[in-house]
């Protein structure tokens, strides 16, 4: 991944879409759980499940812990798979209270931390670094279905690379910038689901000038 190439795709989805004002959440402890039942599920769906969260119990690790697991899976029903994600969130809760809070979780290295975070059953990287990033605001690249998408299109990725290799890939090309990550990232998602899609709209794809495969 070159540094002008990676600069030059962000700037132009910045110039076509503005900024996205990602996570959408009411602090930190919020993000994580987003995280968490975002899963393979609309982010739509995640916001329904948080609503329907809240009127049971506060957004925080202790009071979704008091929830019956019954009560905390009808709650979750939204994001589907709701008793393995009520099993995840737990499995979190219970982890960020061992650790210490967010306090305690803070006070770690960013590759610490991540380790710490990827140790929870149901937290893959996708999920850990939306954390990081999003939730502590350490400049780690969050890599998802979409960037994979966007970018072996563009012929910058080959298609087959792990998920750590392209987050390194980015994060070489890129000075390590939270706000650019997390930017970046959002709007990677804003034109994965508006326009690269599965099936793409090319003709209105405003990379097309760039992409061997428009």
Not at 68 to 73: G, M, S, V
Not at 119 to 138: I, K
Not at 194 to 200: A, E, F, I, N
Not at 203 to 208: F, G, P, S
């Amino acid at each position: 991944m070159e540094q002008e190439a990676a600069r030059r795709v962000f700037e132009t989805l910045f110039s076509a879409y503005g900024p996205q004002h990602w996570w959408p959440a009411d602090g930190p402890f919020e993000v994580m759980v987003g995280a968490v039942l975002t899963q393979n599920t609309a982010w739509t769906n995640v916001e329904l499940a948080l609503e329907r969260l809240r009127d049971n119990c506060a957004l925080d690790a202790e009071a979704i812990l008091a929830i019956p697991a019954e009560r905390l899976a009808e709650a979750l029903r939204p994001v589907g798979y709701f008793n393995v994600k009520a099993r995840r969130l737990s499995a979190f809760c219970e982890h960020y209270i061992a650790a210490g809070g967010f306090e305690g979780l803070s006070a770690l290295e960013t590759d610490v931390l991540r380790h710490s975070l990827l140790g929870v059953n149901g937290v893959g990287p996708e999920t850990a670094d939306d954390m990081l990033l999003y939730a502590f605001e350490r400049p780690v690249f969050v890599v998802d279905a979409y960037t994979r998408r966007i970018f072996s299109r563009l012929g910058l990725l080959d298609g087959g690379e792990g998920y750590e290799e392209i987050r390194a890939a980015f994060e070489m090309a890129l000075a390590p910038d939270v706000p650019l990550y997390n930017e970046y990232h959002a709007l990677v998602v804003r034109h994965g689901k508006d326009v690269c899609k599965t099936r793409p709209g090319c003709a209105e794809c405003v990379l097309r000038a760039c992409c061997p495969a428009a």
